[in-house]
């Protein structure tokens, strides 16, 4: 069965800094993973998506991802917060043999502080 | 005009009330979804079609009555809320049911923000 734990509901992070956001996942099959980002009052836009091509993923607005099957985990980073990256980010995985069914993780609410 | 556009962005309504939400997409998938999102909670599911065919239905109740009458349109039709059914309403679409290789993303549009009084 496929889930997804995003490990932190709540990050702070200061302008210019680091941002590390985590997402482990389980799969039976071989995963196809997904990052959105969701601004207030806005839907889900697509970050980035890993499909077992390159490991590390780039993505828009300057974040990647790292697929890591040995930890089962997909955590998104980016060198610098910007304060435009204030929003809910939603780690997501889709098991490509049983169909195009998405499995959320809770969510992670990034704060940047100035 | 490109992606997945909600229509009305906002709604108040009355528990006895009827009213429809829309979803419109203009990126020639053949899936579309709706979902709802409730605070402190994760999206939830509700329907998904594929070629206009209802596929999925999980478990949601009656009061939600789900239309697709082409490809590109989708209905949510509201009667008789609950003040729980208060949250935002997610419409999303992705060119198949089925991901095949290459994991397709759905799209989403900005989502209709429910209130029920």
């Known amino acids: 069965a496929q889930s997804v734990t995003q490990l932190d509901s709540h990050v702070s992070v200061s302008e210019g800094t680091p941002v590390l956001l985590r997402c482990n996942y389980s799969?039976?099959?071989?995963?196809?993973l997904f990052w959105y980002v969701q601004h207030p009052n806005k839907g889900l836009q697509l970050l980035l998506k890993?499909?077992?091509?390159?490991?590390l993923v780039k993505g828009i607005n300057g974040f990647e991802a790292e697929f890591k099957k040995s930890e089962t985990s997909f955590h998104l980073t980016k060198p610098s917060a910007h304060m435009s990256d204030a929003a809910e980010y939603f780690c997501?995985?889709?098991?490509?043999?049983?169909?195009?069914?998405?499995?959320f993780g809770t969510g992670t609410s990034l704060t940047v502080i100035p | 005009e490109t992606g997945v556009t909600q229509t009305p962005r906002h709604l108040v309504m009355g528990m006895t009330n009827k009213k429809s939400l829309k979803c419109e997409q203009h990126l020639g998938h053949n899936a579309m979804y709706w979902y709802k999102q409730s605070a402190k909670k994760p999206l939830e599911l509700m329907f998904v079609?594929?070629?206009?065919?209802?596929?999925e239905n999980n478990s949601v109740p009656s009061r939600f009555s789900p239309e697709c009458p082409n490809s590109s349109h989708l209905f949510l039709h509201l009667h008789t809320l609950q003040p729980e059914d208060s949250a935002l309403y997610l419409c999303?679409?992705?060119?198949?049911?089925?991901?095949?290789?290459?994991?397709?993303?759905?799209?989403f549009g900005d989502g209709t923000r429910l209130s029920i009084l």
């Open positions: 890993y499909t077992s091509a390159a490991t």
């Open positions: 799969s039976s099959y071989s995963p196809s």
């Open positions: 999303a679409s992705s060119q198949d049911r089925y991901a095949g290789t290459g994991g397709q993303p759905q799209h």
């Open positions: 079609y594929s070629l206009e065919e209802r596929v």
């Open positions: 997501v995985v889709s098991d490509r043999v049983t169909g195009n069914q998405f499995y």
